[in-house]
């Protein structure tokens, strides 16, 4: 349960303001994942990091930035988000082998005003 | 592309009766299965996967999953439910061959509600 941690687990934002969530793993894992998963539907992947390097983008839009620092560190970065944008936002990591499992973080509930 | 379908929304069973929550999935080759639980305003937590060999995939909390390659499905299965597995359960699906993508592709979820 501790493995992946996220901050903060909750967050409530107007849509000019500007927040960062945040993601740690203490997996000695290299790659990292940021999902969202919103109310009746199933998890999207957002951004996809191996060893620091952004190798997955599905389309998410500019007002979502993310930032890998290390490979223990993740953050998104949000900007000028639209209530749409209200979900829980899930951080992953895992080992970098094809079979290897992804350990999931409790998530930040954000709510967008 | 890959796919996962979770035909049902919801599962309801009995305490102490067998349940099964029906996965199916679409992947070229050689598949990578996963189930996790989500418990209410909680993450994912990994129960089991099917990497190769054995179909029958024992994992966290008494939890089982049989691999059917002829019929494209990975079960979830328990003899006896408790109370306390009532949670949300995502199949989730993976090419086997390395293919430079680590996404993982999850099933909508099936609410598994346990009564007492």
């Known amino acids: 349960e501790t493995g992946v941690t996220q901050t903060p687990r909750h967050l409530v934002m107007g849509m000019t303001n500007k927040k960062s969530l945040k993601c740690e793993q203490h997996l000695g894992h290299n790659a990292m994942y940021w999902y969202k998963q919103s109310a009746k539907k199933p998890l999207e992947l957002m951004f996809v990091?191996?060893?620091?390097?952004?190798?997955e983008n599905n389309s998410v839009p500019s007002r979502f930035s993310p930032e890998c620092p290390n490979s223990s560190h993740l953050f998104l970065h949000l900007h000028t988000l639209q209530p749409e944008d209200s979900a829980l936002y899930l951080c992953?990591?895992?080992?970098?082998?094809?079979?290897?499992?992804?350990?999931f973080g409790p998530g930040t509930r954000l709510l967008v005003l | 592309a890959q796919s996962v379908a979770q035909p049902e929304d919801q599962v309801n069973v009995a305490e102490g009766n067998p349940l099964t929550v029906k996965c199916t999935y679409s992947?070229?080759?050689?598949?990578?299965l996963f189930w996790y639980v989500q418990y209410p305003n909680r993450g994912l937590q990994f129960l089991l996967k099917y990497i190769t060999g054995d179909n029958l995939v024992k994992g966290s909390y008494g939890f089982e999953a049989e691999f059917n390659k002829s019929q494209t499905s990975f079960h979830l299965k328990k003899p006896s439910a408790l109370v306390s597995d009532s949670a949300l359960y995502f199949c989730a699906v993976r090419p086997g061959r390395d293919t430079g993508r680590r996404a993982l592709t999850f099933g909508s979820g099936t609410r598994l509600q346990v009564q007492p």
């Open positions: 990091y191996n060893f620091k390097e952004q190798t």
């Open positions: 992947v070229s080759g050689n598949p990578y």
């Open positions: 992953a990591s895992s080992g970098l082998a094809v079979q290897e499992t992804q350990y």
